[in-house]
Nanobody
């Protein structure tokens, strides 16, 4: 059984940064897609960034709204996924979730319906 546990959220001022972490356990597949999503009150859950780890290496994907500001990465030894955020804006305020699936990310990595395994979320609040 896959377990995902997020941490690292908090309250920051605009322009600040946070590093979100997602500790993963219980998975057995060798190739998988790991992603960060976010959901603000009254809005749909949206894909922020994804990382595919396969035989040919690692491929990353980003939503246009965070390109150049967020970086997704993984620490193999710690089985932990990270999202380094910078130049945060008030519109980045959301609950951030980690998700995982045992197939490639592909063209639909940003769709929450394509993932079955989720963490409990960590809140990011950016004030102006």
């Amino acid at each position: 059984q896959v377990e995902l546990v997020e941490s690292g959220g908090g309250s920051v001022q605009a322009g600040g940064s946070l590093r979100l972490s997602c500790a993963a356990s219980g998975y057995t597949d060798s190739s998988y897609c790991m992603a960060w999503f976010r959901q603000a009150p009254g809005k749909e859950r949206e894909g922020v960034a994804a990382l595919f780890i396969g035989p040919a290496g690692t491929i990353t994907y980003y939503a246009d709204s965070v390109k150049g500001r967020f970086t997704i990465s993984r620490d193999y030894a710690k089985n932990t996924l990270y999202l380094q955020t910078s130049s945060l804006k008030p519109e980045d305020t959301s609950m951030y979730y980690c998700a995982m699936r045992p197939v490639g990310c592909g063209g639909n990595w940003y769709s929450a319906t394509q993932f079955n395994d989720w963490g409990q979320g960590t809140q990011v609040t950016v004030s102006s």
